[in-house]
Structures are given as structure tokens and as C-alpha cells.
């Protein structure tokens, strides 16, 4: 079956520009995370979404990052006035959501390829 | 506040011996934990997951990792390296909310 996708694949931009980073989940995942990786380091988590809604935000780093999932699918990932120090593989995650009321914590997170960003 | 310490940056192995990546946690409640493993240009693969059953997990292309609350330690181990095996491996812990704290990550070189 499909995995989770993720568009583009790299993406180079000016500084000052305005970016939009896409994330396809898998078929009927509910939970989509949003991930960070720079270089030489692990993944840092920045937004979570349950449906529609973005549950957790806590890891933006600041108000120019901006993400939304406005039918509970698809998710897009959106950065203002990109700055050089954005420059990162962004990575995208979906999970099930456990029945029962069991802990989100336990499911598996499948990753997309990421995207890698380039801000000159 | 939860963290993870992956000890050893990168960790060079002869092909057909055993492997060892170290990964310690600091978590408040008990943990989820996970091994991820990133071939280059490539996302992120889940080798193994502890979820408090069984102390010792078994996972993908014969990666084991044995949970020690004790110890604070949820250790990667495989007996016999392959050429493969050659990639970037990540500890990671939850919580219950799903968020995941990923280690910096260690990556293995197999020589032949």
C-alpha cells in the first residue's frame, strides 16, 4: 500500500521567501506529526494534528511556521519569510489513533521521505 | 521532560560481528520507546517498538533491543553484522500524547 508521501522533495528558496511544504498521510491515519531534522541531528518534533485539528503545536520555533489540515487529510506545512537557519529536512509522520482509549504513544509513527529545504 | 542519549556518534563494525548501539532514557512515567533506522535519502523505518509488554522486542532484519527500567536503557544489539545493516539508527521515547524525543542519532559503517 501507499506509504506517506511528501512534496516536494527538495525545495530551494531566497531568504525572505514564503514556502509551502505538503504531506499526503497514510490512507486512514488520523494523527499527522511534523518533524525537523538538521543536519547531523535526530528529528525534533514541531506540530501534531488529530483530524483537522493541531493538538500539540508546542515545537514551532516561532510565529513565521504555520501548518494546517483543513479536511483531516492532507497536511501543508507553510513558512514565512524563510530565514537561512531553516534550512533542515523537514519530515512528516502519520499514525493511527488507538481504539479503546489506549495510549497514542504506542503507535507506530510511519515516516515520509522528508523534504529538504534550502534557504540561501 | 523526557530525553534520550544515544552514546557513539557513529560505531564501526566488521561485517558478521555484533552490533551495539546504546540508547539510555530519562522519562517520568513509563516510556514508549523505538529504534528507527535512515538509509540515506530516505525516510525513517521502524526496526522495533517497546510498549510495556515484553522486555525484550524483536525486530526487523534480526535487531533485538532488551528494555532495562533499571538501568534506564533500551539497548539495539544484532549478532552478526551484514553490509546492509550500514545506516543512520535512532532512539526515540514517548509519552502517552505520541510525541516522539528522538536521540542524535548514531551512524554505523560495516567494513568487510
Known amino acids: 500500500g501507499a506509504g506517506v508521501s511528501q512534496t516536494p522533495s527538495n525545495k530551494v528558496t531566497e531568504k525572505g521567501k514564503y514556502v509551502e511544504l505538503r504531506c499526503d498521510p497514510i490512507s486512514g491515519h488520523t494523527a499527522l506529526y511534523w518533524y525537523r531534522q538538521s543536519l547531523g541531528q535526530g528529528p525534533e518534533f514541531l506540530i501534531y494534528?488529530?483530524?483537522?485539528?493541531?493538538?500539540?503545536d508546542s515545537g514551532l520555533p516561532n510565529d513565521r511556521f504555520f501548518a494546517v489540515r483543513p479536511e483531516g487529510s492532507v497536511s501543508t506545512l507553510k513558512i514565512q519569510r524563510t530565514e537561512r537557519g531553516d534550512s533542515a529536512v523537514y519530515l512528516c509522520a502519520s499514525s493511527l489513533i488507538p481504539s479503546g482509549g489506549g495510549a497514542r504513544g504506542q503507535e507506530t509513527q510511519y515516516f515520509g521521505p522528508g523534504t529538504r529545504l534550502l534557504v540561501l | 521532560a523526557q530525553s534520550v542519549t544515544q552514546l557513539g556518534s557513529h560505531v564501526s563494525v566488521s561485517e558478521g560481528a555484533l552490533v551495539l548501539l546504546r540508547c539510555n532514557y530519562s522519562?517520568?512515567?513509563?516510556?514508549?520507546l523505538f529504534w528507527y533506522v535512515q538509509y540515506p535519502n530516505q525516510g525513517l523505518q521502524l526496526l522495533l517498538k517497546?510498549?510495556?509488554?515484553?522486555?525484550l522486542v524483536k525486530g526487523i532484519n534480526g535487531f533485538e533491543a532488551e528494555f532495562k527500567k533499571s538501568e534506564t536503557s533500551f539497548h539495539l544489539t544484532k549478532p552478526s553484522a551484514h553490509m546492509s545493516d550500514a545506516a543512520e539508527y535512532f532512539c526515540?521515547?514517548?509519552?502517552?500524547?505520541?510525541?516522539?524525543?528522538f536521540g542524535a542519532g548514531t551512524q554505523v559503517v560495516v567494513t568487510p
Open positions: 494534528f488529530q483530524g483537522t485539528g493541531a493538538a500539540d
Open positions: 522519562s517520568s512515567v513509563p516510556p514508549y
Open positions: 517497546y510498549t510495556s509488554a515484553a522486555t
Open positions: 526515540a521515547v514517548s509519552d502517552r500524547r505520541g510525541k516522539l524525543q
